[in-house]
């Protein structure tokens, strides 16, 4: 065991809580909500998360239980990185995204979909993010669902999270109703 040197700080929650970086968070929030403003991210990212009536996931009826928009708007990369791949049934989508510019208010549980005791989804419930795309007249355009593929990374000097994404299946439909 080595002992602690006294010329360096040992960052505490109270004062990491306290800290300069954390202050600035709201005015990097605002900031960054101007893009949204201006109309330049012409979607909208939502948490959300459904219950199934018959007690397991997939069984008896799907019912959304939170629908959570996350904002400031995330940044998107772009959906470039979903490629469409035609199978014998349909045209298919494959591939990830990653979301960045997430404001470093949220935590690291709730961009996970955990509650507020830290547990994740029970047996009964699904959760995932959603990308609502707005079309030119502002109608939701399409709802496109994705699960994670890695966990949420903390990034304190941009004041940001950032999440890889990858696209998943049963998408709501573009009213927000789960099929």
Known sequence: MGCRDERFTLLTPAEFKNSLARKLIPVVDGIRDLR????LRPYQVRLIRTQWTGGKRGLGQELTVIDLPILPTPLISDLTGVALTVTPSALEELGTIVLSEI????????????????NGPGPD????????????????????RFVWRSLPAYQAAQFQWLITLERAYDDRTRAGDVR
């Open 103 to 118: 404001s470093g208010a949220y935590s690291d549980d709730m961009l996970l979909g955990k509650d507020d005791q830290g």
């Open 36 to 39: 949204t403003q201006f109309g």
């Open 125 to 144: 419930e699904d959760v995932w993010y959603e990308v609502a795309l707005l079309g030119p007249t502002g109608e939701i355009a399409a709802r496109r």
